[in-house]
């Protein structure tokens, strides 16, 4: 495929790795946002593969990892109600409550479907006009054009039996939560690819002033991953902090407009819980008054969900980039993709899960 | 909506976000949905900065230009 095999050419990223290498003179901690990423550089060995001097951190960019657990309590909850349709995307499903997950419902007989496109749940909906069909809309903003415009064609068809379980993330502010914090170790970001092809840069402009943080969009093949950290380096060896686009095939400074547009007639910003973080204020979208009827936590009555975390888990801190997957006392043990006691082993995107398939331990 | 080709298989994809879009272009998609269509010119101009760069570095650190393999490139 063009333009595919050229960015994993293993020639090209050797070349990109030496350059790099003259370009670094001093330590650098850099964080990779998307878990996308984490989950590509962990399988190449790219960290391993990085001149010494630069450390990889990997970020909070994985929806699943990140969706609180009193949300998926309450998917549970709702998924459980009889004439309830629950959809989802299939990464979901095995994402543990504090009880249960939606596996174990579709196997105590409710229904639970994957969907691969929101619009997939709407159309179940027009087709179980006496079910009630709720879709699970989580995500960065890589996912929000497609929830959004579930919400819009239901709208538009005047469904009454469709509602979204929204658990939207925004990157930006939690970009600025981790820099403002006093533990922060994070001096440059690779921003992801994905989420920029949708809002473009121009919003990551003020946090790379603020915090005087390099931020380089990137894309996510080897070589992509490469050439945004040596952005990344320059931009720190000669002190400089501004966006930098290391993606350009894919990304331009705008974004997608037709995306935003829907995007902002459907959202309004909101104060969001992270999964192992907590609230991070404007980090979510949610729906938008005039779209509240499509709330499925309006239209559904669960009662008081009383969610449990692990005590053990470190996943808070790894996905501020404080602690890395083979620093807690549990992983590969206690808690494996199997059997995940947090957020980043419960998702194939999530940083503990990404070191376990690829058999990272604390030797490297 | 319209067909793309995902290395072999085809699949019904939303083109409602990139209604600039032709037949023979390539698409990030996402659950379904087109986010962006693939600037080639932009990836050209990345490959060949990034053979360049090699180029001058190679001849820093050796003082010879790379021999033909060295600079073998995609599809070679």
């Not at chain 1, 497609?146 to 039996?161: F, I, R, T």
Request: glycine content about 10%; overall charge negative; some cysteine.
């Amino acid at each position: 495929m063009k333009h595919v095999e050229e960015f994993r050419d293993a020639g090209l990223v050797k070349k990109a790795l030496a350059d790099l290498e003259r370009t670094v003179t001093q330590p650098w901690v850099i964080m990779e946002i998307c878990g996308g990423q984490t989950h590509e550089i962990v399988e190449h060995g790219l960290d391993q593969l990085l001149p010494p001097e630069i450390e990889l951190v990997h970020g909070p960019g994985c929806p699943v990892c990140v969706t609180p657990l009193e949300k998926i309590d309450k998917a549970l909850a709702i998924a459980s109600q009889p004439d309830v349709i629950f959809t989802s995307y299939g990464d979901m499903l095995r994402v543990p409550g504090t009880e249960e997950d939606l596996l174990t419902v579709r196997a105590h007989g409710g229904d639970v479907r994957v969907v691969y496109s929101p619009l997939d749940a709407v159309k179940i909906a027009q087709e179980n006009p006496d079910k009630e069909v709720v879709f699970f809309a989580i995500g960065f903003e890589t996912t929000a054009p497609a929830n959004a415009m579930s919400v819009q064609q239901a709208h538009h068809l005047e469904l009454k039996n469709f509602s979204v379980l929204v658990s939207q993330f925004r990157v930006p502010p939690a970009m600025e939560a981790i820099l403002g914090s006093p533990l922060n170790r994070v001096q440059a970001f690779l921003g992801a690819g994905h989420v920029c092809a949708v809002m473009g840069y121009w919003e990551y402009e003020p946090v790379a002033e603020k915090y005087s943080a390099p931020i380089v969009v990137t894309g996510f093949e080897v070589l992509d991953l490469v050439l945004g950290i040596k952005q990344a380096v320059e931009q720190l060896e000669k002190g400089e902090a501004v966006v930098g686009n290391a993606y350009s095939r894919a990304v331009t400074r705008e974004g997608n407009i037709p995306a935003q547009k829907l995007i902002s007639h459907i959202y309004q910003n909101c104060p969001r819980a992270w999964r192992g973080i907590g609230e991070i204020p404007d980090s979510g979208w949610c729906l938008q008054p005039e779209y509240d009827f499509y709330d499925a936590e309006n239209r559904f009555d669960v009662g008081q969900i009383q969610s449990k975390e692990s005590t053990i888990c470190i996943a808070g801190e790894i996905l501020q980039g404080l602690k890395k997957p083979v620093d807690c006392p549990a992983f590969g043990t206690l808690c494996t993709p199997e059997k995940p006691l947090g957020a980043t082993m419960v998702s194939a995107e999530g940083a503990c899960a990404a070191y376990y398939r690829y058999g990272r331990t604390r030797d490297g | 909506m319209g067909k793309l080709d995902f290395g072999g298989v085809q699949r019904e994809v939303c083109l409602e976000y990139v209604p600039e879009a032709v037949v023979g272009q390539y698409a990030n998609v996402h659950v379904g949905f087109a986010i962006n269509l693939m600037d080639e010119k932009e990836a050209e101009e990345t490959l060949s900065l990034l053979r360049e760069i090699e180029i001058l570095g190679m001849m820093d650190e050796e003082g010879s230009a790379p021999s033909a393999e060295q600079e073998s490139g995609p599809g070679q």
